[in-house]
């Protein structure tokens, strides 16, 4: 995955005060130690930056994801099927398909925002979330895949369930994904 | 609404996506070790849900901070910004603040719950940090650092030290001075008047996630469909409903509504210490007007260490140094 590598922005000697370097989905946060003086200054060196820095190939860890298809963990697969106009054999088809990139990890511990998903499988997320979803949960939501970290409020479709925990604040390092990683789902199980 | 263990947050993980948490407000905190001699990192109980009762195990020193509350030890009243002792089967009783939202209850030494990534803060949504990850609950015993006896000191709450109105305002409406944010210009001319110019009161569905404001509708020039940005508490976000959240230390680090305006991060204890169903009225101000507020609170804190420094000394100096009840 291509990408300036403005990462070294932060680590590197261009500022002192640069806490910590948060990439967004298509931009990027900066946490200061002490506010700037002048925040049109780190504008315009961050923009120098994203010119002139050295382009950063991510070589990422790859994931292979078993998923339980369908069932109670994945129940809103058959309102996917209506929305897409596909069976549901086809959504899982086209769901399997793709080499995922974990573009961004954010939102809640350890979610990891997925690039790849095919553009037929957009769905809009539901009117009313579930209360309860649990983590692990493979979910589409909008033109976008993920798996859910947590259990807890959850607008998103599912599909599916992996047994896979994404985040463990006992582990080293605790979120399962990082930038770069990718993701291919293969069905374990498929309960319509 | 429910009370956790805090510090002063959870620092350098949002990149895994985990928020800040830690106190609501900082400055509370802040003050609370402060009259304790306690480092700045040391966790405290942040008090949101009134009565709140606590039994003391062993003798220690301890400060009540936040808003102003009626609070007593072993039934006898006590003044809140304070620091003062307790003896062992002590209990303190903290009823609802008469002003405020939160109350912050302190212990020389600090609250020893373990380190999780870096702070004991209680990360709610991730179940982890804090007393074993949750919220409080009636019976719970929480382990005490090294607790000490303390001089009996106090300061001038930051309410009245920092005062802060408003041009057209009445007493009680808060003003949060905010700049404008990445969106801010997406916003329809009329929409970005209405969002200075009136009271947005703090709706119930306000919480440590954030707070939902009701009174007026914000609309866009025309509907932007946003890629997930980071967030920090302060955004001023206006989801399609038109009615502004404003991010607070549980929030999400990242989102997706659109920003019009953050509260400088100076201000953010009077938000914390706004009440449900109070008047906030939002003043746009400069990044250098920020700083200078930022730098008030710093002038603030300075003074306050300085008058608690002087009054220990003085009180040593009267022999007086065994303060407090003993056990």
Known sequence: MPAADMGAYGRGSMRADVAEVMPGVTNLMLIFSTPPECPDEVAADLRRAWDHLPEKHIKGRQFDIGVRYGGELGHDLASVALHTGLSPHEVIALHQAPVYTVCAVGSVPGFGYLHGLDPRLATPRKTTPSLKMLAGTVTIGGPQAGISALTGPNGWNSIGFTDLVMFDPTRQPPALFAVGDTLRFHAESIEL | ?327
Not at chain 2, 131 to 158: A, I, S
Not at chain 2, 254 to 276: F, K
Not at chain 2, 292 to 301: F, G, K, P, R, T
């Open chain 2, 1 to 327: 609404m429910l009370n956790s263990v805090q510090d002063a947050g959870r620092l350098g993980y949002r990149h895994l996506g985990v928020s800040t948490s830690g106190v609501m407000d900082r400055l509370a905190l802040q003050c609370g070790n402060m009259l304790l001699n306690n480092p700045a990192e040391a966790a405290c109980i942040e008090i949101q849900t009134f009565p709140f009762s606590v039994r003391f195990g062993s003798q220690t020193g301890f400060s009540v901070t936040g808003g102003h509350a009626s609070i007593t030890l072993d039934g006898k009243p006590v003044l809140p910004w304070f620091a003062l002792c307790a003896c062992q089967g002590d209990v303190l009783r903290i009823e609802r603040p008469v002003a405020g939202a939160r109350m912050y209850l302190c212990i020389a030494g600090g609250l020893d719950v373990p380190v999780v990534l870096a702070s004991r803060s209680t990360q709610l949504r991730g179940g982890f940090g804090g007393w074993q990850g949750r919220p409080l609950q009636k019976g719970d015993e929480l382990p005490l650092c090294n607790p000490y006896c303390v001089d009996e000191v106090g300061l001038v709450p930051p309410a009245q030290a920092l005062a802060l109105k408003a041009e057209g305002t009445d007493e009680k409406t808060v003003v949060l001075r905010v700049i404008p944010a990445t969106d801010y210009m997406l916003f329809a001319g009329d929409s970005l008047k209405e969002f200075g110019a009136i009271g947005w009161q703090i709706t119930a569905q306000s919480d440590r996630v954030g707070y939902r404001l009701k009174g007026g509708t914000l609309r866009m020039r025309e509907p932007v469909e946003l890629r997930s940005y980071g967030v920090v508490p302060g955004i001023i976000q206006v989801p399609p409903s038109g009615e502004p959240i404003i991010q607070m230390a549980d929030a999400n680090t990242a989102g997706g509504y659109p920003r019009i305006a953050t509260v400088i991060e100076a201000d953010l204890w009077r938000l914390a210490q706004a009440r449900i169903g109070s008047f906030v009225r939002l003043q746009l101000c400069t990044h250098a007007q920020g700083l200078a507020a930022a730098e008030n609170v710093q002038e603030y804190l300075k003074n306050a260490r300085k008058n608690i420094e002087l009054y220990r000394k003085s009180f040593s100096r009267r022999g007086a140094g065994q303060a407090g009840k003993q056990a």
